[in-house]
């Protein structure tokens, strides 16, 4: 059974840091390129940072970029977010994605955690 499970979110206040996981199972992990998503009320869901599958090539969106740092570690099937200088407008719900890459299957998404940022 496929499964993303994340965890670590919570109240900060503005300025302090959080550190999102999301730990994978039931699918052959370093096989997915996987990323963040967030969704902040009454707006899109929008894509926060990806990382590739073997080299771990990373990109950010250009509101988190300098302050969100994305990692994985393959051998603990688990991708993480480090959160940095948070600020109120990065309240939200944040999933996890993973996406096949050349291999069969679908994408999956984890249940979200929910960030609240304030003071």
């Known amino acids: 059974q496929v499964q993303l499970v994340e965890s670590g979110g919570g109240l900060v206040q503005p300025g302090g840091s959080l550190r999102l996981s999301c730990t994978a199972s039931?699918?052959?992990?370093?096989?997915?390129?996987m990323s963040w998503h967030r969704r902040a009320p009454g707006k899109e869901r929008e894509l926060v940072a990806v990382i590739t599958n073997t080299d771990e090539i990373t990109n950010y969106a250009d509101s988190v970029k300098g302050r969100f740092t994305i990692s994985r570690d393959n051998a603990k099937n688990t991708v993480y977010l480090q959160m940095n200088s948070l600020k109120p407008e990065d309240t939200a719900v944040y999933y996890c994605?993973?996406?096949?890459?050349?291999?069969?299957?679908?994408?999956?998404w984890g249940q979200g955690t929910q960030v609240t940022v304030s003071s």
């Open positions: 994605n993973a996406v096949p890459v050349h291999v069969p299957g679908g994408d999956y």
């Open positions: 039931g699918f052959r992990f370093s096989s997915y390129l």
